[in-house]
């Protein structure tokens, strides 16, 4: 699993414009496969700034909607109501937490867990 995160700034007075298309693209991403949630904040320092958060089942499940025509054409209608581009970065998870004994492909719950660097 990833998680998508992209800022946008957004131009004084465009934020109701802003605001329609970013739920655009998430009724998008909602329809593409590997979709599995979605959220859209607002910075309460900076009203300018917006963060899209994303997760997907995997790298490519998110770039096939990051370059899909129908994305990009919304965001070519965004590109107006923006003072720079976004800033899109993409996170996998690390499940150090959550480390099992590669033999039994789960974690019990009474047992400690596994972290493979301090058990090399």
């Known amino acids: 699993m990833i998680r998508v995160l992209i800022e946008w700034h957004c131009l004084p007075d465009k934020e109701a414009e802003m605001d329609g298309l970013l739920v655009e693209l998430?009724?998008?991403?909602?329809?593409?496969?590997?979709?599995?949630?979605?959220?859209?904040?607002?910075?309460?320092?900076?009203?300018?700034?917006?963060?899209?958060?994303?997760?997907?089942?995997?790298?490519?499940?998110?770039?096939?909607?990051?370059?899909?025509?129908?994305?990009?054409?919304?965001?070519?209608?965004?590109?107006?109501?923006?003072?720079?581009?976004?800033?899109?970065?993409?996170?996998?998870?690390?499940?150090?937490t959550n480390w099992w004994p590669q033999d039994t492909g789960h974690y019990a719950m009474d047992e400690p867990p596994v972290h493979p660097a301090k058990d090399l």
């Open 26 to 96: 998430r009724t998008g991403a909602m329809r593409q496969r590997g979709y599995i949630f979605g959220e859209t904040m607002r910075s309460a320092d900076d009203p300018s700034l917006w963060l899209v958060i994303s997760t997907w089942l995997d790298l490519d499940m998110w770039r096939a909607w990051e370059t899909s025509p129908a994305r990009q054409a919304i965001v070519g209608r965004i590109v107006p109501l923006r003072l720079t581009p976004p800033k899109v970065s993409a996170f996998g998870f690390v499940w150090e």
